[in-house]
Each structure stands twice: as C-alpha cells, then as structure tokens.
C-alpha cells in the first residue's frame, strides 16, 4: 500500500513538471487548397511558457508527403517565454485522389533528460489538376410541407453542402411531378466543399385533383443527373363558394343577365347559385329556379353542380314589361268600372222576429239601403223587390220612410214596387217594409235580388242596378 502511494506521488510530481514546462502551439493554414503540383503552407508559432530553456525539433513522418519547415527551423531552442514562428510546407509526394487529408506534423521537445512531444494534423483540401469525370458529392435537406392547399403557393428551401472539392458551376435544380404545374427549373453555383441555402416557391394548380403525389428534386450538372429528392405530398380538397361574373343588356323595360358561374375549388360539388336582388325584382324575375331569403337578404337562386374549373352560363331576365302591362290592365279596368258602373248601389238586409216559443216566425223586417255614389242626381228611380209566394206583405202604416207606389201579386210572389223622381248627388236613402211567413218555415229563406232602374243621361234609355241576395238562417 505504501508502495503504490509513492508511486502515485511520483506520478504527480511529473505531471506537474510537465504542465509548468507546457508548450503553446498554434498552427495557422495560409494555403490549405490545392493540387498535386502545388505546395500548401502553414504558420507555426511555438512559445515557450516554461521556467528552463527548451529545444525543438520539427519533423514529419507521413507517408507520401513531404512536410518541412525552413531549414533553420527545424531545430531550435526557446528560452523561457519566448516564441518562435516559422512556414511549414506541404506537398504531395505520389498521386493521392481529390478529397481531404490530414497528415501529421511532429514537434518534440527537450528539457535536459526530460522529453516531451507534439503532434499536430495539417487539413489539406486537395483538387484534381483538371476537370474529373465523376459524379460530384451534395448533401441535400428539404424542408417542404407535407399538406398542401392547391390554392396557396408552396414555399421549398433546399439546404445544400457540397461534399467535394469539385466546383460546381450552373448546378441545375429541376422540379418534377406528375402535376403539370407543379415544375420549376433554377441554376446555380455551389463552389467547393461550401453551403448554400436556395429558397423558392412553386404555385400549383387551384383545381388539381386532391390525393398523394411524389414529387422530386432533380441535380443535373451537364445534363446528367448528379442526385435526386424524392418527396410524398398530399393535395387537399378545398370547396370553396363558386366565383361569379355578371353581363347586362337592356331591350325596352326588359333587363337580360348572363351570370357566368366558375367552381375554383379541385372537387366536383353541387351548391346554389345565389345572386342577391330585392322583393320589386323578385316579382318580374323570369328563368329562376327559386327565390330565397337567406339572413334577410333576399337571392335569385339556381343549383348547379360543377367540376373543379369548370364553367356554367346562366341567362335569365327581369322583365318590367309584365308591370306595365298590369298596370296598364289596371287602369283600363278601373277607367271601364267607373264607366259601366251603376251610379246607384242598392243593398238589402233583413231581421227576423221569432214568436213567444221561438219555434216559428213571426215577422220579418227588409230594409232597402239605396245610395247615389256620384255627385250628380240620377232621376226616375224606380226599385222593385220581390217576396216570395211563401210570405206576405203587412200592409200598415209602419211599411217604411216610403210608401210603396204598387203592391202586385205575381206567380212568383209578390212584387213590392217604389218609385222616385229623383235621388241627389250622394243621396242615401233608406225603404223598409215587413212581412209574414204563410207556414213555418225551418232551415234557410232566401230572400231574392231587388231590381233598381232610372234614368241614364238625357234621353229615356233605363239603367239597371240589382241588390245582393239575403239569407236568413230559421233553426
């Protein structure tokens, strides 16, 4: 145990007197780039961060490689803190391939008995003397979506390293796809062993037809094919509202639209087309397939169902023609009333008197309402109403405002007959008069029409003019 704690002390002491004696190396590359016929160099500063005076030796042992400094520095001493720099150079020796190296530099150092050594590699980019006929190196990371909505632009970023000293000039980067319109085509440079990070953007096709597509990112450098990407992509569906566009042509009071319909989604789908109007237009609409009010808003709607891109022409029209036409109906037929209507209106009513038990009529009361709706008098009236035979007529002073001017009996009852020589401009008079039931009399009594004649104009032609009929209802 003690044994193995001396040694361990010793151990110590020794590191120790190697870290106070350490030595500062640094190498820096001047020329790290080149061929077989040229001679790459180095800096070397070496400073002695010591208490002693040390001595150095810097040599090289790799094979196929002549790696020196200058001759006066190949071996020389450093007193303490003192620093020394010196060129290495490097050259091939034999016919190494293009690619990268690193061959080791030796530097040993001695501090009376005591030896200590450095060793360094020297990274050495080597080129071809001319061009090579091989296949360049790229290292390639894609960052892409994996979803992509047809009708947003697609954003790629390639991140590009160039793993071999080859300088490749008018690099050719091709996109390519089943879609059509998914391609893209762009040089450019990527010098030796350096990164490059490319950005650009594809804008597909809105209608492309949603499923799984592989995409692929091609390098071609003279038009052979260096590497290629392949990416899986997944198209959407969208369905988007149907765009539209409206023309209009105007022939007399008649509008003609063309409602040119476009479905800009990538699935076939049926959906309403809506063209927002007002309840006016709505009434001369011609060629719809319906009126909707749709959140107050009122629409001319027709359903359409339309593949993705695809267009539908929609004619109809608002035809004001049909409003003129009615109110030129109208008119006509409010001008052809006040003409052929009667200037007297006649209207009749009735109220039944039941006896005590309420099981038979006792009497009825008819009122005559006649009435001059004009403002100028109309001359020799003459009214005749008709009982049926089934009652008769009370004759008592109480017959009305009016007394009849004859009282005839016919086959079909009897005719109660009042005359006037003249009914003023919005005169309204008033006839009634009673009569009595022969039997009794159970469901309904019709009471019939009551025939009005006068004068027309200045000469002798007669005007007719006839009440309503009345029905009293005998339970």
Same mark, same amino acid.
């Given at each position: 145990?003690?044994?193995?704690?001396?040694?361990?002390?010793?151990? !110590?002491?020794?590191?120790? @007197?190697?870290?106070?004696?350490?030595?500062? &190396?640094?190498?820096?590359?001047?020329?790290?780039?080149?061929?077989?016929?040229?001679?790459?160099?180095?800096? !070397?500063? !070496?400073?002695?961060?010591?208490?002693?005076?040390?001595?150095?030796?810097?040599?090289?042992?790799?094979?196929?490689?002549?790696?020196?400094?200058?001759?006066?520095?190949?071996?020389?001493?450093?007193?303490?803190?003192?620093?020394?720099?010196?060129?290495?150079?490097? #050259?091939?020796?034999?016919?190494?391939?293009?690619?990268?190296?690193?061959?080791?530099?030796?530097?040993?150092?001695? %501090?009376?008995?005591?030896?200590?050594?450095?060793?360094?590699?020297?990274?050495?980019?080597?080129?071809?003397?001319?061009?090579?006929?091989?296949?360049?190196?790229?290292?390639?990371?894609?960052?892409?979506?994996?979803?992509?909505?047809?009708?947003?632009?697609?954003?790629?970023?390639?991140?590009?390293?160039?793993?071999?000293?080859?300088?490749?000039?008018?690099?050719?980067?091709?996109?390519?796809?089943?879609?059509?319109?998914?391609?893209?085509?762009?040089?450019?440079?990527?010098?030796?062993?350096?990164?490059?990070?490319?950005?650009?953007?594809?804008?597909?096709?809105?209608? %492309?037809?949603?499923?799984?597509?592989?995409?692929?990112?091609?390098?071609?450098?003279?038009?052979?094919?260096?590497?290629?990407?392949?990416?899986? &992509?997944?198209?959407?569906?969208?369905?988007?509202?149907?765009?539209?566009?409206?023309?209009?042509?105007?022939?007399?009071?008649?509008?003609?639209?063309?409602?040119?319909?476009?479905?800009?989604?990538?699935?076939?789908?049926?959906?309403?087309? #809506?063209?927002?109007?007002?309840?006016?237009?709505?009434?001369?609409?011609?060629?719809?397939?319906? &009126? #909707?009010?749709?959140?107050?808003?009122?629409?001319?709607?027709?359903?359409?169902?339309?593949?993705?891109?695809?267009?539908?022409?929609?004619?109809?029209?608002? $035809?004001?023609?049909?409003?003129?036409?009615?109110?030129?109906?109208?008119?006509?037929?409010?001008?052809?009333?006040?003409? &052929?209507?009667?200037?007297? @209106?006649?209207?009749?009513?009735?109220?039944?008197?039941?006896?005590?038990?309420?099981?038979?009529?006792?009497?009825?009361?008819?009122?005559?309402?006649?009435?001059?709706?004009?403002? /100028?008098?109309?001359?020799?009236?003459?009214?005749?109403?008709?009982?049926?035979?089934?009652? $008769?007529?009370?004759?008592?002073?109480?017959?009305?405002?009016?007394?009849?001017?004859?009282?005839? $009996?016919?086959?079909?009852?009897?005719?109660?007959?009042?005359?006037?020589?003249?009914?003023?401009?919005?005169? /309204?008079?008033?006839? @009634?008069?009673?009569?009595?039931?022969?039997?009794?009399?159970?469901? @309904?009594?019709?009471?019939?029409?009551?025939?009005?004649?006068?004068?027309?104009?200045?000469?002798?032609?007669?005007?007719?003019?006839?009440?309503?009929?009345?029905?009293?209802?005998?339970?």
């Amino acid at each position: 145990m003690r044994g193995k704690l001396i040694t361990l002390i010793v151990l !110590l002491l020794l590191v120790a @007197t190697f870290v106070s004696a350490a030595t500062d &190396v640094e190498l820096i590359p001047v020329k790290n780039e080149i061929n077989l016929k040229e001679v790459g160099s180095y800096t !070397l500063k !070496l400073t002695n961060s010591g208490e002693v005076t040390k001595t150095y030796k810097i040599f090289s042992l790799e094979s196929g490689w002549l790696i020196d400094p200058l001759p006066e520095d190949r071996t020389f001493s450093l007193k303490p803190n003192q620093a020394r720099t010196t060129t290495i150079t490097v #050259k091939p020796s034999v016919d190494f391939k293009p690619g990268i190296y690193a061959p080791s530099l030796i530097i040993d150092e001695y %501090q009376g008995d005591k030896y200590l050594s450095y060793n360094r590699n020297l990274k050495i980019y080597l080129s071809p003397d001319g061009p090579v006929d091989y296949l360049p190196s790229i290292k390639v990371d894609l960052d892409m979506p994996d979803k992509i909505y047809p009708s947003d632009p697609v954003p790629i970023t390639l991140q590009l390293e160039n793993k071999n000293p080859l300088d490749l000039t008018n690099l050719k980067i091709r996109v390519q796809s089943e879609m059509n319109d998914f391609q893209k085509e762009m040089l450019i440079d990527l010098p030796p062993l350096e990164r490059k990070t490319t950005k650009f953007t594809i804008i597909p096709n809105p209608h %492309q037809q949603p499923k799984d597509y592989t995409i692929f990112i091609i390098f071609e450098r003279h038009g052979e094919q260096v590497k290629v990407i392949p990416k899986k &992509v997944e198209i959407l569906p969208q369905y988007p509202d149907y765009i539209y566009t409206q023309t209009e042509e105007i022939l007399a009071w008649k509008y003609f639209y063309t409602v040119r319909t476009t479905n800009p989604g990538n699935v076939k789908k049926a959906q309403d087309v #809506k063209i927002p109007t007002n309840f006016w237009k709505s009434l001369f609409v011609q060629g719809v397939d319906d &009126v #909707k009010v749709i959140d107050g808003q009122r629409y001319l709607t027709w359903e359409r169902s339309l593949s993705p891109g695809e267009e539908h022409f929609i004619h109809y029209a608002i $035809n004001y023609r049909l409003g003129l036409y009615l109110l030129l109906a109208i008119l006509f037929f409010t001008v052809f009333y006040y003409v &052929v209507r009667s200037p007297v @209106t006649v209207i009749k009513k009735a109220v039944a008197k039941h006896t005590a038990d309420h099981e038979t009529l006792s009497e009825i009361k008819v009122t005559l309402e006649v009435r001059n709706t004009t403002k /100028h008098p109309v001359k020799g009236v003459e009214i005749i109403d008709l009982v049926p035979a089934i009652a $008769n007529v009370q004759k008592s002073l109480e017959l009305g405002t009016l007394r009849p001017k004859e009282i005839r $009996n016919t086959k079909q009852g009897t005719k109660v007959i009042w005359a006037l020589a003249e009914i003023d401009g919005q005169e /309204h008079r008033i006839i @009634t008069y009673k009569i009595k039931a022969k039997l009794n009399i159970l469901g @309904t009594f019709s009471l019939p029409r009551a025939n009005l004649e006068f004068i027309k104009g200045k000469g002798k032609k007669k005007g007719k003019a006839y009440s309503n009929v009345f029905k009293l209802s005998v339970k």
